[in-house]
T-cell receptor, first 114, second 112 residues
Framework: NAGVTQTPKFQVLKTGQSMTLQCAQDMNHNSMYWYRQDPGMGLRLIYYSASEGTTDKGEVPNGYNVSRLNKREFSLRLESAAPSQTSVYFC?????????????FGPGTRLTVT | DQQVKQNSPSLSVQEGRISILNCDYTNSMFDYFLWYKKYPAEGPTFLISISSIKDKNEDGRFTVFLNKSAKHLSLHIVPSQPGDSAVYFCAARSANAGKSTFGDGTTLTVKP
C-alpha cells in the first residue's frame, strides 16, 4: 500500500516552460487535492476534486490546470511556468466523510522556476 | 481574510514538559478540526481531529481541546519528546465542504 505518490520529486524549469505534476493514490479515496507551500505561508489549496469527474478551484488557481484522470489519479499542469510558481507542491487524498475527513499527503514535488 | 490562524510561528519547550499549540478560527460554519504534523522534506501527516459536537479528544500523548464560543482550539502534547519537533498545522472544514482550510503552522522545537 503506497498511499499517495507524486512524480517528480524535484524539477527545475525555465520561465515559460510547461510541465505536469503527477499524483496517484491507492486508498480508494473519493477526494484529491493539490496544495503549494511557500516559506511561512502554510498550505494553500490550488485545486481539488471532491469526486471523480469533478474539479474545483481553491485559493490560488491562477496559472494552473488540473485533470482528474480517474479515481486514482489527479494531475496538475503548469502551462507557462513563472518564477512565482517556485514552491513545494503537495498532493493529498481523503475519504471525505465515508470514513473520516483527514487528508493523506504525498511526499511533495520541489519545483524551481528560473 | 485568513479564516484559520496560528498566531505563534514557533514554540520551544523542554523534553518532558507540556507543549501547547494554539489555533483560532473565524468561520462559525466550521464543524470539524484537524491537526497535522510535518517533518522537513516530507508531506504532512494527520495527527488528531475533533468534531464540533465535542470539546475534547485524546489520543495517547496528544489531546485537542475545542472552545466553540471562543472559536479556539489547542493541541496539548504531554510529555513532549524531541521526536515531536516538527511543524504543526491546524485545519478546519465545514459541513458539505469538499476542502479544509489550513493555518500557517507553528514550528515546535523540543529540547533534550
Amino acid at each position: 500500500n503506497a498511499g499517495v505518490t507524486q512524480t517528480p520529486k524535484f524539477q527545475v524549469l525555465k520561465t515559460g516552460q510547461s510541465m505536469t505534476l503527477q499524483c496517484a493514490q491507492d486508498m480508494n479515496h473519493n477526494s484529491m487535492y493539490w496544495y503549494r507551500q511557500d516559506p511561512g505561508m502554510g498550505l494553500r489549496l490550488i485545486y481539488y476534486s471532491a469526486s471523480e469527474g469533478t474539479t474545483d478551484k481553491g485559493e490560488v488557481p491562477n496559472g494552473y490546470n488540473v485533470s482528474r484522470l480517474n479515481k486514482r489519479e489527479f494531475s496538475l499542469r503548469l502551462e507557462s511556468a513563472a518564477p512565482s510558481q517556485t514552491s513545494v507542491y503537495f498532493c493529498a487524498s481523503s475519504p471525505m466523510g465515508t470514513v473520516g475527513y483527514e487528508q493523506y499527503f504525498g511526499p511533495g514535488t520541489r519545483l524551481t522556476v528560473t | 481574510d485568513q479564516q484559520v490562524k496560528q498566531n505563534s510561528p514557533s514554540l520551544s519547550v523542554q523534553e518532558g514538559r507540556i507543549s501547547i499549540l494554539n489555533c483560532d478560527y473565524t468561520n462559525s460554519m466550521f464543524d470539524y478540526f484537524l491537526w497535522y504534523k510535518k517533518y522537513p522534506a516530507e508531506g504532512p501527516t494527520f495527527l488528531i481531529s475533533i468534531s464540533s459536537i465535542k470539546d475534547k479528544n485524546e489520543d495517547g500523548r496528544f489531546t485537542v481541546f475545542l472552545n466553540k464560543s471562543a472559536k479556539h482550539l489547542s493541541l496539548h502534547i504531554v510529555p513532549s519528546q524531541p521526536g515531536d519537533s516538527a511543524v504543526y498545522f491546524c485545519a478546519a472544514r465545514s459541513a458539505n465542504a469538499g476542502k479544509s482550510t489550513f493555518g500557517d503552522g507553528t514550528t515546535l522545537t523540543v529540547k533534550p
